[in-house]
């Protein structure tokens, strides 16, 4: 074969290549993409519903409009209508992979000193774990990471998509698995020492199976970590709509602290460690106002927009780019800078973390 052959496409071949099908998805309508309309809340039955916002895909920008209801009860936000199973596929096509898999596997790789972080929360509880499962494990690269905390563990990771294959590729894990949580926990019972769920939990369509089959996979004695989203954080007021870990259509449910922390003592666990300033990612303002920026400018070539942006365009949102960087500069410097010592005394931390272990 010669050069051009071993040559990968441009993004634009791409675009090109991936449009007929995106439009002839798009043919069909959105109405196939969602499930009916819930009257009651998922997390403890109440009929006290109230819209808490309603809002656009603002990152990928497809087509699609998404609902979260909040429960007057139990305060449990939640997508409604919820994502049918064609939703989440389509939703999900080239976010992770595909498409858009370099860009966002290049983001994951740049984080190590947070999944330090992360992994470090485990040392005042147990320091010698010996096999763990990352739950949600992307391209594996909190694996990669939190091998340099706990040197002597074995870190397997699993995925609906196929992260987790390539994280088992790359050396990043040792096992990847592929597939459902709920459905694979049974062969795992009773294996692991900890079981992590780093943002994880508010893309599964049922929490409750998925700590269910966490304590499945655990040992008694195991400990079990889940990152979040915070919904009852300041800036999920303040921000609204820009609020990045609204994160829709993926994000399908955010649970108050207090309603995880009795589902887990329900299911038989104890809860050893409750973190907010720790998990904070001090991007928000930085995000919001490039979500804002964003959605403003006209867009990018996309394979789920009928064709692509002329010449005028491209220039229009070059511009509109160039004069938001002030905007973008001041978000950086506040969040990482001003906001971030003061998060959890402001009340403004975008995510918590608990421990638990399994009794």
């Known amino acids: 074969m010669n050069e051009e052959e071993h040559k990968s496409p441009s993004r634009a071949e791409q675009v090109a290549a991936l449009r007929p099908g995106y439009q002839a998805d798009l043919a069909d309508g959105l109405d196939r993409f969602f499930e009916p309309r819930r009257t009651t809340c998922p997390w403890c039955g109440s009929e006290d519903l109230t819209t808490r916002l309603r809002t656009t895909d603002l990152l990928q920008h497809k087509p699609g409009r998404f609902v979260l209801d909040r429960c007057g009860e139990c305060r449990h936000t939640f997508q409604n209508p919820r994502l049918s199973a064609e939703g989440l596929e389509f939703y999900y096509r080239d976010f992770y992979d595909g498409l858009g898999e370099k860009q966002l596997g290049n ?94 939990l508010e893309h599964s369509t049922e929490p409750d199976r998925e700590l269910r089959a966490a304590r499945e996979a655990l040992r008694p004695g195991g400990h079990l970590l889940i990152e979040v989203p915070d919904p009852d954080s300041r800036y999920a007021r303040i921000l609204g709509r820009w609020w990045l870990p609204w994160l829709q259509p993926q994000h399908l449910h955010f649970v108050p602290v207090g309603n995880l922390r009795q589902r887990l003592t329900d299911l038989g666990f104890t809860v050893v460690a409750e973190q907010h300033a720790e998990p904070h990612d001090p991007v928000d303002l930085l995000a919001g106002a490039w979500l804002a920026l964003d959605a403003a400018a006209p867009r990018d070539n996309l394979p789920w927009l009928p064709s692509a942006p002329n010449a005028l365009k491209r220039t229009l949102r070059g511009a509109l780019l160039i004069a938001g960087i002030p905007a973008l500069v001041a978000g950086t410097l506040l969040d990482r800078f001003a906001i971030r010592p003061l998060s959890a005394r402001l009340g403004v931390s975008n995510a918590y973390r608990l421990v638990a272990r399994r009794d």
């Open 107 to 200: 983001t994951f790789a740049g984080r190590s000193k947070m999944y330090e972080q992360r992994a470090a929360s485990l040392l005042p509880h147990t320091s010698d774990p010996k096999n763990w499962l990352d739950v949600g494990t992307g391209h594996g690269h909190f694996c990669e990471s939190a091998r340099t905390v706990h040197p002597g563990t074995t870190f397997d990771g699993l995925d609906f998509t196929d992260g987790a294959e390539l994280a088992e590729r790359a050396g990043r894990v040792e096992r990847g698995y592929r597939g459902s949580f709920p459905e694979l926990a049974a062969g795992f019972a009773g294996h692991y020492d900890v079981v992590s769920m780093f943002h994880y």
